[in-house]
Nanobody, 120 residues
Framework: EVQLVESGGGLEQAGGSLKLSCAAS????????IGWWRQVPGKEREGVSC??????LYADSVKGRFTISSDNAKNTVYLQMNSLKPEDTAVYYC???????????????WGQGTQVTVSS
């Protein structure tokens, strides 16, 4: 069974850091792209970052502050979030896709999400 489980969210002050984890099971995360998305109530889900064998991508809003990485031995993808801003507050999801260039509809498995709250 394919599963993605996020962890590491929480409450942090502006300027602080959090590290999210996305543990994959039922498939090898190295064979797919794993993307991080975030959503604020009432708004569309926004792509934050993605990693695959070929590339890593970042949204302009997080470039220079967030770093995506993977540990193939643990089948886990991480999102290190530094210099956090209140506008980073959202539920963060990881999801699987054929490539980092895939459109939203091609993300076929999603985690349950983890809340990140950044206070000013």
């Amino acid at each position: 069974e394919v599963q993605l489980v996020e962890s590491g969210g929480g409450l942090e002050q502006a300027g602080g850091s959090l590290k999210l984890s996305c543990a994959a099971s039922g498939f090898s995360s190295d064979d797919y792209a794993i993307g991080w998305w975030r959503q604020v109530p009432g708004k569309e889900r926004e792509g934050v970052s993605c990693i695959s064998r070929r590339e890593t991508l970042y949204a302009d809003s997080v470039k220079g502050r967030f770093t995506i990485s993977s540990d193939n031995a643990k089948n886990t993808v991480y999102l290190q979030m530094n210099s956090l801003k209140p506008e980073d507050t959202a539920v963060y999801y990881c999801a699987r896709a054929p490539s980092c260039r895939s459109t939203y509809i091609l993300y076929d498995y999603w985690g349950q999400g983890t809340q990140v709250t950044v206070s000013s």
